[in-house]
Every structure is written in structure tokens, then in C-alpha cells.
């Protein structure tokens, strides 16, 4: 199935839908109802809906879209010729690293941000940096054992915080590699102290390195089919085969007409550090289903249930989940008292 910019697509493994932005090869960029852009293998996608512009779509992307350039790209390839005391520190995996043009008086000068994949697989990826309200995107391919530049930093220009969110797929011949989303923060305050700059496998200079991913959790990835079919088949037969264990709200009751559940991960396990991002949704998403069958079983007026913020993945899992209960009538709940990353859900129609 060939696709075009502006079709409209679903997910064939998983719950989603949304338009198509980009293609490159059988890699195809789908942004979905949140804006977020997810980069899926066009065997994945199923087509709902050509593009209503067919002869007329723009192929160039928005001016606050970066595609970076190979010639901003750096073979890190020759890792022999480093200091193996300095590879040996590292481990393999994808880091944000911030390099300073001069090494020798860092927290005064100008720093460039790089990307480095210090793996031996390819990457597509997408990363979203969010400066005073304003979104840049930049997005390219990134071979193995490569760095690419992203941009030059100017500290006395940059906020406290520099939020970024990287979204990226593993191009592998031999394996299905799931996406994977991270979210983190560049404080200014880190680029000012230069205890925080040292040596590293990319560069002679001194760097501040930030591991995103390392290869033990990339390679996790590869293992989500099995884990994602199960999941897709307790939701399918749960209303047939699961016996709902009402109790399981009771913990949770504020009042008799009142639960609050928080699905953060760490509320849910013991050792959330050790656990793949797929499958800390798959345990995040269980567990929404089972408290909400719990509620409307016992007949609890409304539940609220605290997933955060994020990248918003949860929060269009939940909604689609919330779907299939056409009785329910749900939406975010009030903000002064639950903050931004609450929904709320009625089991019993709102009075008025």
C-alpha cells in the first residue's frame, strides 16, 4: 500500500488513528489527534481515507521544522583511535550531548547540541524542543555510531529549562523494534558549572552527556508483540472472560460517590526503574480498565484518575479505552484542584 501526505490511516497493531505528514521509504510519519508525530513501517498502517487534497498538498514542511543535513553529521565510527579508558565508561545507547566550542573556558562559550547514536543500529528521529511557548522540530535519519548537530546554544539566551521531547524508531533489517518517547529537561543552570563537563567516546573536547537510552532498553523494544497481542486480547474478552474484582476501587473511595485512582507508574509497581516504557503502559493501561470496571460495578458516581502530563500517550489510551463505554461521559478534570494530567470520568448521567 503506497501512502500519500494527507491520508488519513489507523494503526493495524494498536489503538490509534492519524494523518499522514512525512514519508521516507516504508518509514511513514503519522501525527495524531494530540499533534504528536509517530513514525510507523507502512506495514503497520492501514488506509481509512485519502487525502481531500490530493492535488494540492504542500511538501514543504513548516518553517519551524528542521530537517537536518548529512553534512552536519559526524562518523563516530573510529572510536579506536579514543582513549579506551573513555569508551569504557560508556555504555552503548542514543545521548543528548551539549559540547562547547571552547573546551578550555566552557561555562563562557557558545555550546553545540549534538544527538549520538553510540549504537550499532540505525535511527529515525524526531525531536521536539519547546523554548517560551515555541515548538522546534528537528528530524533526520542517524546511522550507527553517528552524531549529528542540532543546533548552537547561546547560554545567556536560553531558559531555565530547555523541555524536549525525543520520539524515535529503531531501523532494523532483522527485528520489529517498537517507538519510544522521552521526555527530559537541559537546565541552564548545568551548562554553568564545570564540574559537569567530562570526557567522553564522541569527542576530544570535554562534553556534557545525557544518556536518553541505553542498548539494554533499546533492545527490550523488541520483544513488545507478544506482550502487545495479550494486551489486545484481555481487552477484546474482558467483558467475557474477566470476573470484575470490585474491591479493587475501595482503597481508592473519597467518598461513597467519589475515587481518585493515580496511575502513575511508581504507585503501581515496586520497581518502576526496570521496567520498558511498552510494557509500564501496558501495566498503566490494565489497571485503568480494572478500576474503571471496578467502578461502575460498584456504582460509584465518578472517578477521577491522575496519569500526568508526558507526552500524552496514557491520556489517548485511556480516551480510546473510554470509547467503548458509550454511557460515560468523560474530559479533564478541573485543573485548580487536580492540576493538567486528570480526566475525569461520570458513571452516572451528570445531574443538572
Same mark, same amino acid.
Given at each position: 500500500?503506497?501512502?500519500?501526505?494527507?491520508?488519513?490511516?489507523?494503526?493495524?497493531?494498536?489503538?490509534?488513528?492519524?494523518?499522514?505528514?512525512?514519508?521516507?521509504?516504508?518509514?511513514?510519519?503519522?501525527?495524531?489527534?494530540?499533534?504528536?508525530?509517530?513514525?510507523?513501517?507502512?506495514?503497520?498502517?492501514? $488506509?481509512?481515507?485519502?487525502?481531500?487534497?490530493?492535488?494540492?498538498?504542500?511538501?514543504?514542511?513548516?518553517?519551524?521544522?528542521?530537517? +537536518?543535513?548529512?553534512?552536519?553529521?559526524?562518523? $563516530?565510527?573510529?572510536?579506536?583511535?579514543?582513549?579506551?579508558?573513555?569508551?569504557?565508561?560508556?555504555?552503548?545507547?542514543?545521548?543528548?550531548?551539549?559540547? =562547547?566550542?571552547?573546551?578550555?573556558? =566552557?561555562?563562557?562559550? =557558545?555550546?553545540?547540541?549534538?544527538?549520538?547514536?553510540?549504537?550499532?543500529?540505525?535511527?529515525?528521529?524526531?525531536?521536539?524542543?519547546?523554548?517560551?511557548?515555541?515548538?522546534?522540530?528537528?528530524?533526520?535519519?542517524?546511522?550507527?555510531?553517528?552524531?549529528?548537530?542540532?543546533?548552537?546554544?547561546?547560554?545567556?539566551?536560553?531558559?531555565?529549562?530547555?523541555?524536549?521531547?525525543?520520539?524515535?524508531?529503531?531501523?532494523?533489517?532483522?527485528?520489529?523494534?517498537?517507538?519510544?518517547?522521552?521526555?527530559? *529537561?537541559?537546565?541552564?543552570?548545568?551548562?554553568?558549572?564545570?564540574?559537569?563537563?567530562?570526557?567522553?567516546?564522541?569527542?576530544?573536547? =570535554?562534553?556534557?552527556?545525557?544518556?536518553?537510552?541505553?542498548?539494554?532498553?533499546?533492545?527490550? $523494544?523488541?520483544?513488545?508483540?507478544?506482550?502487545?497481542?495479550?494486551?489486545?486480547?484481555?481487552?477484546?474478552?474482558?467483558?467475557?472472560?474477566?470476573?470484575?474484582?470490585?474491591?479493587?476501587?475501595?482503597?481508592?473511595?473519597?467518598?461513597?460517590?467519589? *475515587?481518585?485512582?493515580?496511575?502513575?507508574?511508581?504507585?503501581?509497581?515496586?520497581?518502576?526503574?526496570?521496567?520498558?516504557?511498552?510494557? *509500564?503502559?501496558?501495566?498503566?493501561?490494565?489497571?485503568?480498565?480494572?478500576?474503571?470496571?471496578?467502578?461502575?460495578?460498584?456504582? +460509584?458516581?465518578?472517578?477521577?484518575?491522575?496519569?500526568?502530563?508526558? *507526552?500524552?500517550?496514557?491520556?489517548?489510551?485511556?480516551?480510546?479505552?473510554?470509547?467503548?463505554?458509550?454511557?460515560?461521559?468523560?474530559?479533564?478534570?478541573?485543573?485548580?484542584?487536580?492540576?493538567?494530567?486528570?480526566?475525569?470520568?461520570?458513571?452516572?448521567?451528570?445531574?443538572?
Amino acid at each position: 500500500m503506497k501512502f500519500k501526505k494527507g491520508d488519513k490511516v489507523k494503526y493495524l497493531d494498536e489503538i490509534g488513528e492519524g494523518i499522514v505528514k512525512e514519508i521516507h521509504g516504508d518509514l511513514v510519519i503519522v501525527e495524531d489527534d494530540l499533534g504528536f508525530e509517530i513514525p510507523m513501517k507502512a506495514n503497520k498502517l492501514i $488506509l481509512v481515507e485519502h487525502s481531500k487534497n490530493m492535488n494540492n498538498i504542500d511538501d514543504t514542511t513548516d518553517m519551524q521544522d528542521n530537517i +537536518i543535513e548529512g553534512d552536519t553529521k559526524t562518523d $563516530l565510527s573510529i572510536l579506536s583511535n579514543h582513549n579506551k579508558s573513555k569508551i569504557q565508561q560508556f555504555t552503548d545507547g542514543i545521548y543528548l550531548v551539549i559540547k =562547547p566550542e571552547n573546551p578550555k573556558v =566552557p561555562i563562557a562559550s =557558545p555550546h553545540q547540541l549534538y544527538l549520538v547514536n553510540f549504537t550499532s543500529y540505525d535511527v529515525y528521529f524526531l525531536l521536539h524542543q519547546i523554548k517560551v511557548g515555541n515548538t522546534n522540530i528537528y528530524h533526520s535519519f542517524l546511522n550507527d555510531y553517528t552524531a549529528i548537530k542540532l543546533e548552537n546554544l547561546k547560554i545567556e539566551d536560553m531558559p531555565n529549562e530547555l523541555l524536549c521531547t525525543l520520539q524515535s524508531i529503531i531501523i532494523s533489517k532483522e527485528h520489529i523494534f517498537l517507538p519510544f518517547i522521552s521526555t527530559f *529537561a537541559i537546565k541552564r543552570s548545568t551548562l554553568l558549572k564545570e564540574d559537569n563537563y567530562s570526557e567522553n567516546p564522541f569527542f576530544d573536547e =570535554p562534553t556534557i552527556s545525557i544518556l536518553i537510552k541505553d542498548l539494554k532498553e533499546i533492545n527490550e $523494544l523488541k520483544n513488545f508483540e507478544k506482550q502487545k497481542d495479550e494486551l489486545e486480547i484481555n481487552f477484546s474478552k474482558s467483558k467475557e472472560r474477566l470476573i470484575v474484582d470490585a474491591s479493587i476501587i475501595d482503597k481508592y473511595l473519597v467518598s461513597p460517590e467519589l *475515587a481518585e485512582v493515580d496511575l502513575h507508574l511508581e504507585k503501581l509497581v515496586d520497581d518502576p526503574q526496570n521496567i520498558s516504557p511498552d510494557m *509500564a503502559l501496558n501495566i498503566q493501561l490494565s489497571y485503568f480498565k480494572q478500576c474503571l470496571d471496578a467502578a461502575i460495578s460498584k456504582d +460509584i458516581d465518578k472517578i477521577i484518575f491522575i496519569h500526568g502530563v508526558g *507526552a500524552g500517550i496514557l491520556k489517548r489510551e485511556m480516551y480510546q479505552i473510554l470509547k467503548n463505554y458509550p454511557d460515560l461521559y468523560y474530559g479533564d478534570a478541573p485543573i485548580r484542584q487536580y492540576g493538567i494530567g486528570a480526566t475525569e470520568v461520570y458513571i452516572k448521567p451528570i445531574k443538572k
